[in-house]
């Protein structure tokens, strides 16, 4: 991390970027990926669960996902489902890490949150996890016809958004959100230099999350950044996050404005003190909540009956 640049963050991620940088420390060649997924693991366990005693009102479907309903009964919507996929670079987490921020999404939200496990690299072909993930996915929304449903995905699970939303299951969802999405397979942009280390995303697990995701995608005819005229007519009005600490926070600002650039009315919540993966720690820290409050504001803006409270957003929205 370069000197002084973690004023830059929320005061309480600032703290965490420290012992984060001693507890996990960066890439090593000579760790194997599994070993580097279980490191990850306990780290968002200890800081990024909600406190003791919290309760996830989660359930386990055949379809390997997990459903996250709203704490509170009182007007939750069950006309609503958010399907959500998670991130980590296909490599990293799973729903039961995820459990704790999908509770506060889905109160948030005040409707269900269903999100999908899926296979990991190096021990499952991406495209293969890919593939399945798919499958599952799409025979997910044709069971929960006819409600209303919104796509959300983190990171890699933003990318994989787009591949269902465009490939998979065109005009099955209402909106599509992505938070922190990985976007661009093949460049780098000076983010990647100004928040290289110590952001709680660094470069290098980067490089190496997008040489596993690279062939997968374009086996699979994705490419973000040159999406056709028929592409953005799916894509509809967008909501995208990004996270002003971030190695991908430029290549977001990069693809909204190629969109907006083509007519695409695209809904922008920027949050310049916030590092990639704010959203698992929303159970904790305020300023992640209170992100996520923004986010599912966003998200639920084209239903008849939004959700949230309708407050001042902590997030700038362009």
């Known amino acids: 991390m370069r000197e002084g640049a973690v004023a830059a963050l929320d005061a309480d991620f600032a703290r965490l970027a420290v012992a984060r940088a001693l507890m996990v420390g960066p890439v090593r060649p000579d760790r194997p990926l599994v070993e580097d997924r279980r490191v990850a693991e306990r780290w968002v366990a200890r800081f990024g669960a909600g406190p003791a005693g919290a309760e996830v009102r989660g359930e386990r479907t055949s379809a390997g996902s997990?459903?996250?309903?709203?704490?509170?009964?009182?007007?939750?919507?069950?006309?609503?489902?958010?399907?959500?996929?998670?991130?980590?670079?296909?490599v990293y987490y799973s729903t039961a890490v995820f459990a704790p921020f999908l509770q506060v999404l889905a109160d948030e939200v005040g409707?269900?949150?269903?999100?999908?496990?899926?296979?990991?690299?190096?021990?499952?072909?991406?495209?293969?996890?890919?593939?399945?993930?798919?499958?599952?996915v799409r025979e997910r929304c044709h069971a929960l016809a006819p409600r209303r449903l919104l796509l959300l995905g983190d990171s890699v699970g933003g990318l994989l958004g787009l591949h269902l939303a465009l490939r998979v299951c065109p005009g099955a969802f209402e909106r599509v959100g992505l938070l922190y999405p990985v976007l661009d397979l093949h460049g780098e942009r000076g983010s990647y230099d100004e928040f290289g280390e110590g952001y709680f995303l660094d470069r290098d697990r980067m490089r190496l999350f997008r040489g596993l995701l690279r062939p997968a995608l374009a086996e699979r005819d994705l490419d973000p950044m040159h999406l056709t005229d028929v592409d953005l007519a799916r894509l509809g009005s967008p909501l995208v996050v990004t996270a002003g600490c971030d190695v991908l926070r430029d290549e977001g600002h990069a693809w909204v404005d190629g969109l907006r650039a083509r007519g695409v009315a695209v809904e922008h919540q920027v949050f310049p003190a916030l590092p990639h993966d704010f959203c698992l720690y929303a159970p904790r820290l305020p300023a992640a909540r209170d992100a996520v409050r923004s986010i599912a504001a966003g998200l639920t803006r084209t239903l008849r009956t939004p959700a949230g409270d309708g407050g001042t957003t902590p997030g700038r929205t362009t």
């Open 66 to 90: 997990l459903v996250v309903r709203p704490s509170g009964a009182a007007g939750a919507r069950d006309d609503v489902r958010v399907v959500y996929l998670h991130g980590g670079g296909m």
């Open 111 to 136: 409707a269900p949150v269903e999100c999908f496990d899926y296979a990991k690299a190096p021990e499952h072909a991406v495209g293969e996890s890919v593939d399945d993930l798919a499958r599952r």
